[in-house]
């Protein structure tokens, strides 16, 4: 097994990529990661793009990217993946009832991101006269590609990153660059949120997420 790392539960170790698309979509942490391997929902991309599911984690049929996370129990340790395929609207599949269609609030949103931009970084300021600074939700998977109003499928952001974030895709590819004429941006641009690095295995599905955001001019 090559060099692992203890991490918590709420480490963040995992790029999911859409399984139609192999795109990335999200990051999550250890244990969300975990349970939607467990329940069948995703499947690990391992070293030399090999899949497994939690059946080959049982049987220790995993081999493990340098500086694995790993999760460790009182008898044993769990690999942690730190590349999954997922189908979206399996992931952010609607509850049922009555609640299906209700949004949370921006509040909600705030709270559960302890008032950080997500895709800048900075504080975003509770109740700001500013309306570029001001708190809003912005979904992952859109709206026009099934994504659901649920709190997992959103993201709190500046209202003028929700704006540069939700217009990108109509002005570059996925790696950041400006369209040729007539030509079609792919469905989903993702980025890494600020602060997070990059695994080496990352970059070799997604090389355009060594790139930092730019920096946006919100006066």
């Known amino acids: 097994m090559a060099d692992v790392n203890i991490v918590s539960p709420d480490a963040i170790t995992t790029l999911v990529f859409s399984r139609q698309t192999y795109l990335p979509f999200m990051i999550c942490k250890a244990r969300i990661a975990f349970k939607n391997l467990l329940n069948g929902k995703a499947i690990a991309i391992g070293p030399e793009g090999m899949h497994y599911g939690f059946k080959e984690v049982l049987e220790g049929n995993v081999l493990t990217f340098s500086d694995q996370p790993l999760l460790r129990s009182a008898h044993r340790a769990w ?28 509040r909600a949103v705030y709270d559960y991101f302890k008032g950080e931009c997500q895709y800048c970084g900075r ?33 709190l952001m500046h209202a003028k ?35 997070i690095k990059p695994r080496t295995e990352w970059l070799r599905m997604a090389p355009w997420l060594a790139e930092q955001p730019a920096e946006l001019d919100l006066t």
Do not use: Y
């Open 79 to 106: 690999p942690i993946p730190t590349m999954v395929t997922i189908d979206p609207h399996r992931f952010f599949a609607h509850q049922r009832g009555r609640q299906d269609n209700k949004m949370p609030s921006v």
């Open 123 to 155: 504080k975003v300021r509770w109740n700001e006269v500013n309306r570029n600074e001001a708190a809003s939700r912005d979904h992952i998977v859109p709206v026009k590609f099934s994504g659901p109003n649920t709190r997992n499928n959103l993201l």
């Open 161 to 195: 990153c929700n704006a540069f974030w939700g217009h990108r895709e109509d002005k570059t590819d996925v790696h950041g660059n400006p369209l040729p004429p007539g030509m079609k941006p792919a469905p989903v641009h993702f980025t890494l949120p600020r602060g």
